[in-house]
Every structure is written in structure tokens, then in C-alpha cells.
């Protein structure tokens, strides 16, 4: 299938299952925003789920954290997110259309790693690169990318604040409240998951580049001789966890970024990059923030955020590096969509289906009475249905159209094993099991199937 037939067909998916939908629709969308549908939504919830359980719920060094969008403006001056959170910015000289140039560069088949402004100036007339609409270009400037707001009623810059552009300053403001309150022991780290808003240039390619996003992050805090060994131990955790999810590992790469082109806080950087239908691009990020963060907010706020070592030898004084994992939610989503996306024939029909691990399905089974117009069998089905869903959650009851056509809906979402109550069952107390992806079906005795389901999803 070519790479814009398999975007085309995942974006109309996700429309016509109620997975994604253009934010504001109604009103002609608002770029760089989408609102996550019913299915989308459980599709979400069961990725935020798998991540808590792997990286909170089953450790014991790991804090969570919800903390406000809205923070003082004085974080982001002492990160330097005022001053240096930008990209690259040039305007099509006839129309005065905006556009990232680094992408614009990337765009025209080179490479815009490493560039400055100044040099991205130079490339673009040097290889005579337009805009899209074909007009020349003018210079490239730095773009900020925080989305300002003012809090209250006042007008004047006091008031000014900004949604956050990433979840992890709310954990590093929050360093000496957690210390304060749980006493944790090195290393340990926090953990959260939340929106972030970045005022893309030009936001595109449906979920991947968003203006508001939820990222799931990790800043987690070592001794400064430890980072190494750290750094190593979360790519490892990290790499775990993504083929746990069912992303299709043959599409990731893990890549070391150069000097030039890591954020301004990071002294080393790998990032997980996932083969899109649009391109290689970042999925997740790795960084080594050293002690950038709690320093800077050190300097600025006049507070000691630092970790005090009660060791046998007496007592260390240090302020803790930091190695953060970085995960998009959306990207997530996106790259799930990509890996699972199946199209085959099943019975001389052709089918689409989404092959996604049953923990992340939005529905884990989907229960159906053989016809629907027979209440006996829609009896059955119904009591077995509230037992299924009462234990699973996720449990959907379907007896819309033929069986032939509910099998097919099912696979459309993903949904791994549908259960059909049928004349036999009314004898031998026994149900069909039907398999997403092979299409197979077993017979399996009602008074078992809450066990044989468990033995499935653990
Ligand atoms: N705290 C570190 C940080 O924010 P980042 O690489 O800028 O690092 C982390 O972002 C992750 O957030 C990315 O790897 C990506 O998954 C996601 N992300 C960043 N910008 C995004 C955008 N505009 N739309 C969707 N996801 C985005």
C-alpha cells in the first residue's frame, strides 16, 4: 500500500469509528487541534493505563504528580523557554504565509540538521527553495513557540502567563514538595501525564504535530556520577515498553542527537523515531537534563532545591541530574494506528482490520446474541454481557446487522475476540469465541469464560 493511501485510509478511520475528530469541526476546525472520540478516548485511556502500570504502579521509586497548566511566568524565564523555546521561521514573500523552514528544507530532500537561522538564510537561496506556492522565501528567524495568555482581570505583563509546553517544569517547581512530603530515596523519580501547548508554525499531518498535545513524562532524579548508567537503563525501559503497547518495532530507530540540534537544556539526547507513513520522525525523547532545571529555578526562586544524602559516613549535599523519557500521547496514538492497520481477505472478502494488543483496544470483546429478534438468545447474551463487562470494563454489546457484518465492524476498531450466544448454547451451556485476527473460532463453556478471558489479558 503506498505510504499516503495508508495515512488517507488510517485518518478516515479514525473519523468514521469515532476514534479522531477535527477540532471545532463544525465551525471549519481549529488547526492543530483534534478532539478524541469515543473509541479514541478508550484507546487513550488504555495507553495512559499501560504506561502507569509499567513505569508508577509497578515500581516503587516513582511519584505521581497533577500539577496547574497555568504557571508563573517567572518559570519559564528561568528555564529559558522565554528566550530560547523556538523554531524556525520563514515567510512566502508574496503571500506572507509562515513556515517552519527547517521542515520546508527537509521538504526539498536535505538535511536541516545543525543550521542556524543565519545558515537556513544562506541554504534556502543558495538551493533555491520556495514556498509551496512557489514564491521566494525571506529570512529565517527564531519563532517562540509558548502560547501567552493573561490570568485575571489586569491587562498589564504581571498578568501574563503561559500554558505550559511541556508537563515537566510542574515537576520540577514541585521538587522540594515532594521531597518534603514522601522523603524519597535515591534514585527516584515523578512522574505525570497532562496537556502541553506549543504554537506550532505549522501544525500537520493529522495527530503528529499538534498545537495542544498530552505528553506522558518521567524526570527522574540520580546521583550526577550515576547518570550514565541511568541514561542506559531507561532507553532499555523504554524500548520495553513500546513493543509491550504493540508498536511495530521493526519501524522505530533510536537516534543520537548531535550538539547542535538538541534543546537547550539537554547535554545528551537520543530520540525514538518512528517510520510514519509521512517519513522517519520523533515519537519519544530521551534526555540528560543534568541539573539544569532545579539550578535554574535554585537561582531564580532563591529556594534550595537540592538532596540531602543521610549515608553512614554522614550527610551529602547534592542537587540531583535528571534523565527524562518523554512520551507523546497522540504520537502514540498515531503510531499504533500505523502498526496495527491490517488490510486482508477473510472468507474471498476483503477486510480491514486493526490488530492492537487486547490491553490497548478501546474493546476487549464484543458480545452478541446469534439473531436479534430471539429473546432467548438476547437473554443469554445480555446476562453474559453484564458478567463480561462488570469484570473487563471495556466490553461492547453488539447485535446491529448479521454476524458476517458485526465481525467486520469489530475488526474495523480492533476489538480481539467477539463472543456469540447461539442455539447450542441454550444447550450446552457453551459460547463461540471468535479471533480477530485469524478469524478462528472456539467453543467455550460459559461457567470458564471469565477465567479464560483473565488468562487472556494478563
Ligand atoms: N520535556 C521534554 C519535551 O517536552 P520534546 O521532545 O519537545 O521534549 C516530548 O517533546 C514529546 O512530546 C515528543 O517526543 C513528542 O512525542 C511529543 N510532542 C512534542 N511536540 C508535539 C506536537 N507539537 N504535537 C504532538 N506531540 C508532540
Known amino acids: 500500500m503506498e505510504n499516503q493511501d495508508l495515512m488517507q485510509k488510517i485518518v478516515s478511520l479514525a473519523k468514521r469509528r469515532g476514534f479522531v475528530f477535527q477540532g471545532s469541526e463544525i465551525y471549519g476546525g481549529l488547526a492543530g487541534t483534534y478532539d478524541y472520540g469515543p473509541l479514541g478516548t478508550l484507546l487513550k485511556n488504555n495507553i495512559k493505563d499501560s504506561w502507569l502500570r509499567k513505569f508508577v504502579h509497578s515500581r516503587t ?16 524565564k528561568a528555564t529559558g523557554h522565554v528566550d530560547h523555546f523556538s523554531d524556525p521561521l ?26 542556524t537561522p543565519a545558515d537556513m538564510t544562506e541554504f534556502i537561496k543558495e538551493k533555491n527553495i520556495l514556498s509551496p506556492d512557489g514564491n521566494k522565501l525571506g529570512e529565517v528567524r527564531q519563532f517562540n513557540m509558548m502560547l501567552q495568555t493573561k490570568v485575571g482581570a489586569s491587562e498589564d505583563s504581571a498578568a501574563t502567563s503561559y500554558l505550559r509546553p511541556e508537563t515537566a517544569q510542574g515537576i520540577f517547581v514541585n521538587f522540594k514538595n515532594v521531597l518534603d512530603s514522601m522523603n524519597p530515596k535515591m534514585p527516584f523519580g515523578i512522574a505525570q501525564i497532562g496537556k502541553a501547548f506549543r504554537n506550532e508554525i505549522t501544525p500537520r499531518d493529522f495527530i503528529f504535530r499538534l498545537r495542544e498535545l498530552e505528553q506522558m513524562e518521567i524526570e527522574y532524579f540520580v546521583k550526577p556520577s550515576e547518570w550514565e548508567k541511568n541514561f542506559e537503563y531507561w532507553r532499555d525501559e523504554i524500548l520495553e515498553w513500546m513493543e509491550s503497547v504493540g508498536l511495530d518495532m521493526k519501524k522505530v530507530h533510536d537516534v543520537e542527537i548531535g550538539d547542535g540540534d538538541r ?3 539537554s547535554a545528551r539526547t537520543i530520540d525514538f523515531e518512528f517510520e510514519y507513513p509521512f517519513g522517519q520522525k520523533e515519537l519519544y525523547g530521551l534526555a540528560y537534563r543534568g541539573d539544569y532545571d532545579l539550578s535554574k529555578h535554585a537561582d531564580a526562586s532563591g529556594q534550595k ?62 458480545v452478541s446474541p ?11 447474551s445480555k446476562n453474559l454481557f453484564g458478567k463480561l463487562k462488570s469484570e ?40 463461540t469465541v471468535r479471533h480477530r485476527d485469524s478469524g478462528e473460532q472456539e467453543r467455550v463453556k460459559i461457567e470458564e469464560i471469565l477465567n479464560y478471558f483473565k488468562a487472556k489479558f494478563t
Open 61 to 76: 521509586d516513582m511519584y505521581l504528580l497533577d500539577a496547574a497548566i497555568l504557571m508563573n511566568q517567572n518559570v519559564w
Open 305 to 366: 532545591l537540592q538532596y540531602v544524602d543521610q549515608g553512614e559516613e554522614g550527610s551529602e549535599v547534592f542537587v540531583p541530574h535528571v534523565i527524562e523519557p518523554s512520551f507523546g500521547l497522540d504520537r502514540t496514538v498515531l503510531a499504533l494506528l500505523v502498526s496495527s492497520y491490517k488490510e486482508d481477505n477473510m472468507g474471498d472478502e476483503p477486510r480491514v482490520y486493526l490488530s492492537l494488543d487486547p490491553k490497548i483496544a478501546p474493546y476487549k470483546i464484543a
Open 370 to 380: 446469534l439473531l436479534k429478534n430471539k429473546p432467548e438468545l438476547v437473554e443469554k
Open 90 to 115: 520563514t515567510e512566502d514573500l508574496k503571500t506572507n504565509k509562515r513556515y517552519r523552514a527547517d521542515n520546508l528544507i527537509e521538504d526539498n530532500g536535505f538535511s536541516a540538521l545543525g543550521l
Open 263 to 265: 534543546a537547550h537544556y
Open 392 to 431: 473487563f470494563g471495556n466490553v461492547v454489546f453488539d447485535d446491529n446487522g448479521n454476524i458476517g457484518k458485526r465481525y467486520r465492524r469489530q475488526d474495523e476498531i480492533g476489538t480481539p475476540f467477539c463472543v456469540v450466544v447461539d442455539f447450542e448454547s441454550l444447550e450446552d451451556e457453551s459460547v
